[in-house]
């Protein structure tokens, strides 16, 4: 369906051989949670695990924390557009637009962090700092989701079985065709978001394979390389 509705919208950009790769790849690459907080919190937890994986690295191991700083941007941003394309619409449609509208503005905060973040050198004296910044945020919005929102939606959910599961489908889905990288200047809502998440997603995919990412994750695999390309700093700021 999802394919579907974007060849109607966009036929140029499902076109392009990576693009239509992605999208066949959508039945087949996402994991199927019984609930959207299910989807959620995998999310957070697999964020969490890139940010101790950046710090326990050894300060000389500059190439271990380029990687997992890849990865970290590159599973923020997906994590980022896609709450915003079903979650939050979810929130206004089940629960109220003030909470939506809190959340966008959380991920407004964390997108500008995550920008700066994604043109540091981790051998930079602003990586650090930047980076717990990011990290001290991110942790109060995903408390404030998984202690609130989500609660909250999944009791209204509840009034038709498999409806969460549906939006977890979703969100799971949508995560395979939105930007990889922050985009703090984008629209944050649909129509608008949808339109320019899909017209930068192509950019920003020819941009991940030039970079490293750690072995055997995500990005690598999507690419079908062994995560051996360049770093942060090595092609592209901004």
Do not use: C
Request: charged share 30%.
């Amino acid at each position: 369906m999802i394919t579907h509705r974007l060849r109607l919208l966009y036929p140029a950009l499902l076109a392009r051989p990576g693009f239509t790769l992605a999208a066949r790849r959508l039945t087949t690459q996402t994991t199927a949670f019984n609930t959207v907080t299910d989807a959620i919190k995998a999310d957070h937890r697999e964020l969490e695990r890139y940010y101790d994986n950046i710090v326990a690295a050894e300060p000389e191991d500059v190439d271990t924390k380029v990687r997992w700083q890849n990865m970290l941007v590159w599973e923020l941003a997906r994590h980022s557009v896609g709450e915003e394309l079903v979650l939050y619409p979810a929130f206004e449609d089940y629960l109220t637009r003030a909470i939506a509208d809190k959340d966008r503005s959380a991920h407004l905060d964390l997108k500008h962090k995550l920008k700066t973040l994604q043109s540091l050198y981790p051998s930079s004296k602003e990586f650090t700092p930047t980076l717990d910044s990011l990290i001290a945020s991110l942790r109060y919005h995903i408390a404030e989701e998984e202690t609130h929102d989500l609660p909250a939606l999944e009791d209204k959910l509840a009034i038709r079985e498999g409806l969460s599961r549906s939006l977890a489908r979703s969100f799971e889905r949508t995560k395979w065709l939105v930007p990889t990288r922050a985009h703090p200047s984008a629209p944050d809502r649909p129509p608008w978001e949808t339109v320019v998440a899909f017209l930068n997603a192509p950019i920003d995919r020819v941009r991940d394979v030039f970079l490293r990412f750690p072995a055997g994750d995500t990005p690598a695999a999507e690419k079908g390389v062994k995560g051996e390309g360049q770093g942060v700093e090595d092609f592209g700021r901004g």
